[in-house]
């Protein structure tokens, strides 16, 4: 914690917020303040947006294989240093360091893949249909960045924009979120430290969101808005964008349906649902929200989860054993609360779980219930939380109905044997993802994202850097 960068980083230099303001973090473990941070206003940020529009010209005209290597060399840095950022993780957000661990490694990841498709950018060149003009294509950066995070997976959601877009030659501003800073803070450092010019990322910390992105996306020197976080806050940055035109991807929530047909091997369905509902104690966009399982076999998956789920070991993540950390913070903890509470209140029951302890940090049991009726609230919230609501099915076509009978569509989990089956379901799911009899989609050789309300735009994979490229087509006459 000590080495831990705790100014803004504008321009290569640290700094503090112009005013002097100053702002905590905190454990969510034991509610204790772990440091104070600058707190950026709008005058910092206009002075972030400067350094980014200036370093912009010069850092497109980089050979992509000098991007590459910085971010090559960023990776070796971040996988060297797993524990130390590990613990920091921990420290601000809670997951257990097991996690945090693989949350660096799933980080670092995004930016070798980066380093490998720095040097790949294509173009293209043709004679036009009447045979005598010539085109030439080539891709150009779209420009300075608007990269805003959530807190959930403080590393991997940054590398997850600031790896395509160093890649591609873009210079960035990055807003982390205020409960999670430090892991970005770290990150620029070793950016720095890898060799990546003054003023190609900049970190503005803030408790004032909305006053610090505004003037930015209005103001004309942003060309690309990256955003990851709720559908409601996506929602008000794309009518924000509008105004200047800001180029937009969004990653935004989910509802995830997790359907296990009466085929399904039950192993593997519980293994799945595991990693579906447990991964970052269920603080995921991608966490099942709703799980659908067929009425001759929802007995015994039921069953089996909650035996799994109540076997796992609550606390805070620097402890040996513990599987499951605290939640965010209480406004998180007490939406889970109310959540459950409404189910309750509906008919559902508690197999395990399902009651607060006592005492400091923001803890929540693994919980599961059943018999959960379709009108609770949880079943058009996310949940966000270590929660599995279970649901009974009769036929394929009532459970796809209802699996798509939301406004979100990021991911689907669908568990059964049958090939036919399988590939038929996957495709009359609503959304960008399908885990087809497992409960992990991310990696970052694939295009991460979501239809409807979940977002627009993919992260990750191939396509990845096409978010922060544009075409510039030549046209040449040939005599
Ligand atoms: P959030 O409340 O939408 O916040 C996300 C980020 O936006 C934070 O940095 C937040 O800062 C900032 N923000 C909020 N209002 C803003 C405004 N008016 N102008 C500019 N920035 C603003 O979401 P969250 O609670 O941090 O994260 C959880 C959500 O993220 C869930 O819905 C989850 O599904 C989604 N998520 C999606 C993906 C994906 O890839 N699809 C991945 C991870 C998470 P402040 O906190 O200071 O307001």
């Excluded at 929802?298 to 620097?318: I, K, N, S, Y």
Aim: hydrophobic share 45%; charged share 25%.
């Amino acid at each position: 914690m000590t080495d831990t960068p705790t100014q803004l980083f504008i321009g290569g230099a640290w700094l503090d917020a112009a005013d002097g303001a100053t702002m905590p973090v905190d454990d969510p473990a034991t509610g204790e303040i772990l440091c104070h941070i600058a707190d950026a206003g709008p005058k910092d940020a206009r002075l972030a947006e400067a350094a980014a529009v200036q370093a912009q010209e010069e850092w497109a005209r980089t050979a992509p294989r000098a991007r590459s290597e910085i971010l090559r060399r960023a990776y070796e840095i971040i996988i060297e240093r797993t524990d130390e950022l590990a613990h920091l993780m921990t420290a601000e957000m809670g997951k257990p360091l097991a996690e945090a661990g693989g949350e660096v490694a799933y980080a670092a990841e995004f930016f070798r893949w980066f380093s490998e498709e720095a040097v790949r950018v294509d173009g293209g060149a043709g004679i036009l249909p009447d045979g005598r003009n010539r085109m030439l294509l080539s891709r150009r950066p779209v420009g300075p960045c608007l990269l805003i995070t959530p807190w959930n997976f403080p590393l991997a959601m940054g590398t997850r924009k600031i790896g395509p877009a160093i890649a591609a030659g873009c210079t960035m501003v990055l807003k982390p979120a205020p409960q999670t800073p430090l892991s970005s803070l770290a990150l620029a450092a070793i950016l720095q430290e890898a060799g990546l010019p003054d003023g190609v990322l900049n970190v503005v910390t803030t408790s004032r969101a909305g006053e610090v992105c505004e003037p930015l996306l209005r103001g004309g020197g942003i060309r690309k808005l990256s955003f990851t976080g709720s559908t409601a806050v996506g929602r008000l940055l794309l009518a924000q964008s509008a105004e200047a035109v800001v180029r937009t991807s969004m990653e935004l929530g989910g509802n995830a349906p997790f359907i296990v047909f009466e085929d399904a091997d039950l192993d593997k369905a519980v293994d799945g649902a595991m990693l579906a509902k447990m991964r970052n104690m269920g603080e995921a966009c991608t966490a099942a929200n709703r799980f659908f399982v067929h009425h001759s076999v929802a007995e015994e998956f039921g069953r089996r989860l909650a035996e799994r789920m109540g076997a796992l070991v609550v606390g805070p993540g620097t402890r040996d054993g513990v599987d499951v950390g605290p939640l965010i913070d209480r406004t998180g903890r007490g939406k889970v609360e109310a959540l459950v509470a409404d189910a309750v209140e509906r008919g559902a029951r508690v197999l395990v779980g399902g009651r607060t302890p006592e005492g400091p940090g923001c803890f929540y049991p693994p919980t599961v219930l059943t018999d959960v009726s379709p009108e609770s609230r949880l079943m058009d919230t996310e949940i966000f939380g270590p929660v599995a609501a279970i649901l009974t099915f009769d036929d394929e076509d009532e459970v796809i109905r209802r699996a798509n009978d939301t406004p979100w569509g990021l991911v689907g989990y669908v568990f059964t044997e049958g090939l036919d089956r399988a590939l038929r379901v996957s495709e009359r799911l609503e959304v960008g993802m399908v885990g087809l009899n497992t409960g992990l989609v991310s990696n970052p050789a694939a295009p991460f994202g979501g239809v409807k309300q979940s977002g627009l735009g993919r992260e990750g994979g191939r396509v990845g850097i096409d978010e922060f490229l544009e075409y510039q087509y030549l046209a040449i006459p040939v005599r």
